[in-house]
């Protein structure tokens, strides 16, 4: 499951339906541009090996295509050591859902509902909310029954994640499954009360999950933040440095994940997120507004961040009903920076 491509492999018996494109791995450019006008403009290249938007370029069209597909190679290589890439059909106006499962050695298999990740920056997470807006019930189980199916064709064991394409008409699209912990489990663990982590050490530890499917019940709406030394007005430069102020927010249904302090300093050589902010509420709207005064409370001095950006998110009407898709945040960029740096 850590190939792109292995992964559709596997899951290709269990019927889940696949965004058109490859099977396989290409670096021949001439063969793979002949592949790319079969499956119709625009098309994504991605690294097969990849992860973290890394490797995957868009080309919307054919005059683009080898420069793209030369960088994506150099890109895969450089990130992952591998430079094969494939080509998909590039859905527009998706939302990137993604459902939480968990598999033990005694053959139990469950899902814990799903996360919406479709706030990206350059397809990088920022903003995860569980449950979606806009799923129904009916689609949920849909959905949840087929990452399940995913996890059954790979004997899965541990905590991971399917994730899935979802259209404009509703349609989801299998994308790839991540065999690990993610960054946002805290709102899965907020709406269902299930500690991930301590199933994750019981599986390895031989035992069998703690809760069968049917126990498994959504309360209320929980929102992820991700915290980042970043300059978003000076195009999300990473902000290395020294952290000569920190408050951090408390409460009920307020959770912050993170490893640091006043005086803590920011080196340059990782990536730039420094935090999670997680709040969980009655209701979708009760959270975002919960997500919004914790944001207001929190205080990180010395380095440039993301908290207002952030803020600017929440604040936002089409985030507000739901409406959002992957472009969200390069549709309204000019509007969420529009902010003093030092409200």
Do not use: W
Request: hydrophobic fraction near 35%; aromatic fraction near 8%; charged fraction near 25%.
């Amino acid at each position: 499951m850590g190939s792109k491509l292995a992964a559709k492999e596997a899951v290709k018996a269990y019927n889940i339906p696949m965004v058109p494109g490859t099977d396989e791995a290409i670096t021949d450019i001439p063969r793979a541009k002949e592949m790319a006008q079969s499956i119709g403009f625009p098309i994504l290249i991605k690294a097969s090996a990849g992860g973290g938007g890394k490797g995957m370029r868009i080309v919307e069209k054919e005059s683009d295509f080898e420069s793209q597909m030369n960088r994506a190679i150099s890109e895969a290589i450089s990130a992952f050591g591998d430079g094969s890439v494939f080509i998909e059909k590039y859905v527009t106006s998706p939302r990137h859902i993604e459902i939480q499962i968990m598999a033990d050695a005694h053959g139990n298999v469950i899902h814990l509902f799903e996360r919406e990740c479709s706030i990206q920056r350059r397809h990088q997470k920022v903003v995860e909310e569980a449950p979606s807006s806009i799923l129904t019930p009916e689609l949920r189980e849909i959905m949840g029954d087929a990452a399940i199916k995913v996890a059954k064709s790979c004997e899965y064991l541990g905590a991971g994640t399917v994730e899935f394409l979802l259209d404009g008409d509703h349609n989801f699209y299998f994308l790839e499954m991540n065999t690990r912990l993610q960054v946002e489990h805290p709102v899965t663990e907020m709406v269902t009360g299930i500690d991930i982590i301590r199933e994750q050490i019981n599986i390895a530890s031989g035992l069998e999950l703690s809760v069968k499917q049917e126990e498994v019940k959504l309360t209320g709406h929980s929102i992820e933040v991700r915290i980042n030394a970043e300059d978003p007005k000076f195009d999300f430069r990473p902000s290395p440095g020294t952290i000569e102020l920190l408050h951090v927010p408390s409460g009920h249904g307020i959770r912050f994940d993170s490893f640091i302090y006043t005086g803590y300093t920011i080196p340059p050589y990782y990536d730039s997120m420094m935090g999670k902010v997680i709040v969980h509420g009655t209701d979708r709207n009760d959270a975002i507004n919960k997500m919004k005064a914790t944001l207001d409370e929190l205080v990180i001095e010395g380095v440039k961040n993301n908290r207002e950006f952030c803020n600017r998110i929440l604040s936002n009407s089409e985030y507000v009903k739901g409406t959002f898709d992957t472009g969200f945040i390069a549709r309204k960029i000019d509007s969420l920076l529009e902010y003093d740096e030092y409200e």
